[in-house]
Structure formats: structure tokens, C-alpha cells
């Protein structure tokens, strides 16, 4: 049987909000089997907790939001990211202020906390959400048409292009294909950073974001060239980005997917779009679970979840 999966004991760090610039600690709890993954505010009275879910996104922009009334959780992607890469099903994640640290600007030091608090399975079938038939949404812009869609397929995979118009980015791959069947999100996505431009900062920080970024936590770019010293971790690090986005943006449906996931340009609105356009029609998935592990997607027996030990 596939079980789920959650930490073997409590571990904490610091850190500041990519967008608040609010110093936070962050704290990583077990939970029981068929908890999922809850956000708790203990910096508010009583504590309140906000459920990772797909209808609890409000405010996406530059980030995911989780909201229930004037209780909010931003940024949550990067540590659902980790979540989904290392296979957690149920965790605690205890927070002291609005926003989940930025930490390195990808989901690496997540990973390092998870593993580093040990991952244990537990005596649950994990429950995945099987697409069953295309589901797609799109949007316009000024840049252009963007969209994203879910297509059935007996693993998780992914496929994302950008166009940025920008020499640093179109000096890099601009698409990139991802199959867990096939490839450790440790080693190939998990290491992938935020980035942005100089010229942005102004107007970001005027709207209330981007106030703790910097070159410790995210790729910066002028109109030319990239800031940072130490260049890129990826030869396609940019589209690897929107790649860890999009997964962690997904998993906020509250089960792993076995699907195919296609996006082109798309991010954390559309991504939140397309999970409600896919729970919406309940004739488009259903729920699964493998008694015999022999049955089940290679992605989930030996690819997405392999990367157990500390980096």
C-alpha cells in the first residue's frame, strides 16, 4: 500500500516575508493521518487555522494567499511545493505573522527542513486525485495569451514555457519538461529561485511587496544582465521556477495529483482557476488509492518521493 506520509518530529526556523519583510518563525509540526496540510496563526488570538485547500486561495497576486476572513497565510507555495515533492500528506505548519519565510527564494531549505525532521509513513492509504478527462483555463493579458490545463496521465508530470523579452531570461531555456517517473525533484527543481526585475522594485514595494526581497532571496535582474554573483543554479532556472510554482500552487488541492499538467505563462491565479475548474466538473477526476504499490504511477513509487535522506 501507498501510506501517507508526515514528519517524525517538530522542527523550527527563522526567517522574513518576500513580500511583508515581516520577521517570522516557522514552525513544522507531525499531524495525524487525514489532517492534510493546516496553516495555524499563532501570532492571532485562539490561534486560528487556515487549510491548505484550493477555495481557501484568495490574493495571488506575486504569491498564493490562504484566507479565511481577515486571517491570511501568503506565500505558501514554495513550502506546498517541498510538501509535494518529498511526499507529505499531513503536517502542522505554525506561523508568527501573515507570510511563510522566503528563506533562499526557492524550495531547497524546505526540503532540508522536512528531511532534516525525518518523514515517516502511517498507517493510511494516501489519497490522490486522478484526472480523468482535459480541464483548461486561459486569460489575457498584455503580454499575451497565457494559460494552463490538467490532461489525464498515469503519473505527474509537467510542462511550462515563459516569455519574458528580457536577454538575461532569453539567454536561458524557455521551456522545460518535467516527468517524476523520471527525474528527483530534489536534485532538479526543488533548488530553483523567485527572480524579478530592478526596474519593478519601486511599484511592487508601492502596491506592499517585494519589501524583504534581495539577492540572498531571489534572481535580480537589471534590463540587461543578472545581479547576483553567483549566476544560476540552472542552466533553465527561470522556467524551473514557474515549474516548482505550479507544483506547489496544484498541490493546494489537498492530494497529490496524477495528471499531466501544460502551462504557458501561467501562474498563481490561473493555477488556482484550473483546480477550481477541475473540482467544479466531477465528472473530470476521481479519488484513488493503491492498496498495491506495485499498481501504482512510477512517479509516486520511485520518482516524486524517492529523496527521503537530508541534502
Known amino acids: 500500500m501507498l501510506h501517507q506520509r508526515t514528519l517524525k518530529q517538530k522542527i523550527q526556523t527563522t526567517g522574513i516575508g518576500l513580500h511583508s519583510g515581516t520577521k517570522v518563525t516557522l514552525t513544522l509540526r507531525p499531524a495525524a493521518p487525514d489532517t492534510g496540510i493546516i496553516f495555524r496563526r499563532t501570532d492571532l488570538e485562539g490561534a486560528p487555522d487556515l487549510p491548505a485547500s484550493a477555495t481557501a486561495v484568495g490574493d495571488t497576486r506575486m504569491a498564493s494567499t490562504l484566507q479565511s476572513g481577515t486571517t491570511r497565510v501568503s506565500t505558501v507555495e514554495h513550502l506546498m511545493s517541498a510538501c509535494a515533492g ?4 499531513n503536517l502542522y505548519v505554525d506561523v508568527t505573522a501573515e507570510e511563510i519565510p522566503i ?5 531547497g531549505s524546505f526540503v532540508f527542513l522536512l528531511q532534516s525532521a525525518g518523514i515517516e509513513e502511517q498507517p493510511a492509504a494516501k489519497q490522490f486525485i486522478l484526472v480523468k478527462k482535459a ?3 486561459r486569460d489575457q493579458d498584455r503580454t499575451g495569451e497565457k494559460w494552463a490545463r490538467l490532461e489525464p ?3 505527474f508530470k509537467l510542462r511550462f514555457s515563459i516569455e519574458f523579452n528580457h536577454p538575461a531570461v532569453d539567454a536561458t531555456g524557455q521551456q522545460c519538461d518535467i516527468d517524476f517517473a523520471e527525474i528527483s525533484y530534489v536534485t532538479e527543481v526543488a533548488r530553483a529561485r523567485t527572480f524579478g526585475f530592478m526596474q519593478d522594485v519601486e511599484h511592487l514595494r508601492n502596491a506592499g511587496l517585494a519589501r524583504g526581497g534581495s539577492l540572498d532571496n531571489a534572481i535580480v535582474m537589471d534590463e540587461y ?3 547576483n554573483s553567483d549566476g544560476l543554479r540552472y542552466t533553465d532556472e527561470f522556467v524551473k521556477h514557474k515549474i516548482l510554482d505550479a507544483i506547489g500552487d496544484l498541490y493546494l488541492i489537498g492530494h497529490p495529483l ?3 499538467y501544460v502551462g504557458h505563462k501561467s501562474g498563481h491565479a490561473l493555477n488556482n482557476r484550473l483546480l477550481r475548474a477541475l473540482l467544479a466538473d466531477q465528472s473530470a477526476y476521481e479519488m484513488v488509492s493503491f492498496a498495491d504499490t506495485a499498481l501504482a504511477p512510477p512517479a509516486f513509487t520511485r520518482g516524486l518521493t524517492r529523496d527521503l535522506a537530508p541534502i
Open 86 to 89: 518529498l511526499g507529505i500528506d
Open 103 to 107: 528563506m533562499d527564494g526557492s524550495a
Open 135 to 137: 480541464v483548461e483555463v
Open 153 to 155: 496521465h498515469f503519473g
Open 225 to 227: 544582465r543578472i545581479l
Open 258 to 260: 496524477i495528471a499531466a
